[in-house]
Antibody
Framework: EVQMVESGGDLVKPGGSLRLSCAAS????????MTWVRQPPGKGLEWVAR??????????DYAAPVKDRFTIFRDDSKNTLYLEMNSLNTEDTALYYC??????????WGQGTLVTVSS | DIQMTQSPSSLSASVGDRVTITCRTS??????LNWYQHKPGKAPKLLIY???SLQSGVPSRFSGSGSGTDFTLTLSSLQPEDFATYFC?????????FGPGTNVDI
């Protein structure tokens, strides 16, 4: 059974930092490209960052609003995906999902972890 | 970045209705278009990938079509469990943008 469990979400002050984790099981984690997607309160889905597999050089891509502040990385030995978030601002408040898929769509999702940025 | 639009933004329908949602992209993405269903408190669910391929386990009343810049998600006969928000997403190039969503309610 596929499981993806996010953790690390918290209430943090503007300018603060946070690291999210996503523990995965039930599929070939190391071979898949992994992605973070977020949903701000009352808004739609926003693609945040992606990391390719080691076979594809672990290349990373970021959405413009988070580039240079967020870092996505993975530990295939632990089947875990991470998102290091720095210089957080109120617009980063959202439910953060990790997701992946074997085809072009995202078929596996976690339940999300909530990040709230507020003073 | 590729811009996504969806229409309508919301619609009211009844069980048994045929529902069509449209997604348009700001540039051609061939068939790299996915559709998701999202319900409050749940993870999004992949319905259609590559514009018209039905994800395993998804009922056949869902179908997708289109290529280039114009795409359609069709629900042939709306069921009670289908009331949700539907998002399109392009997987052509990064950032892999989502559409703004279409809320389907009673």
């Amino acid at each position: 059974e596929v499981q993806m469990v996010e953790s690390g979400g918290d209430l943090v002050k503007p300018g603060g930092s946070l690291r999210l984790s996503c523990a995965a099981s039930g599929f070939a984690f190391s071979s898949l490209w992994m992605t973070w997607v977020r949903q701000p309160p009352g808004k739609g889905l926003e693609w945040v960052a992606r990391i390719k597999s080691k076979t594809h050089g672990e290349t990373t891509d970021y959405a413009a609003p988070v580039k240079d502040r967020f870092t996505i990385f993975r530990d295939d030995s632990k089947n875990t995906l991470y998102l290091e978030m720095n210089s957080l601002n109120t617009e980063d408040t959202a439910l953060y999902y990790c997701t992946t898929g074997r085809n072009n769509g995202y078929e596996y999702w976690g339940q999300g972890t909530l990040v709230t940025v507020s003073s | 970045d590729i811009q996504m639009t969806q229409s309508p933004s919301s619609l009211s329908a009844s069980v048994g209705d045929r529902v069509t949602i449209t997604c348009r992209t700001s540039q051609s993405i061939n068939n790299y278009l996915n559709w998701y269903q999202h319900k409050p408190g749940k993870a999004p669910k992949l319905l259609i990938y590559d514009a018209s391929s039905l994800q395993s386990g998804v009922p056949s009343r869902f179908s997708g079509s289109g290529s280039g810049t114009d795409f359609t998600l069709t629900l042939s006969s709306l069921q009670p469990e289908d009331f949700a928000t539907y998002f399109c997403q392009q997987s052509y190039n990064t950032p892999l943008t989502f559409g703004p969503g279409t809320n389907v309610d009673i």
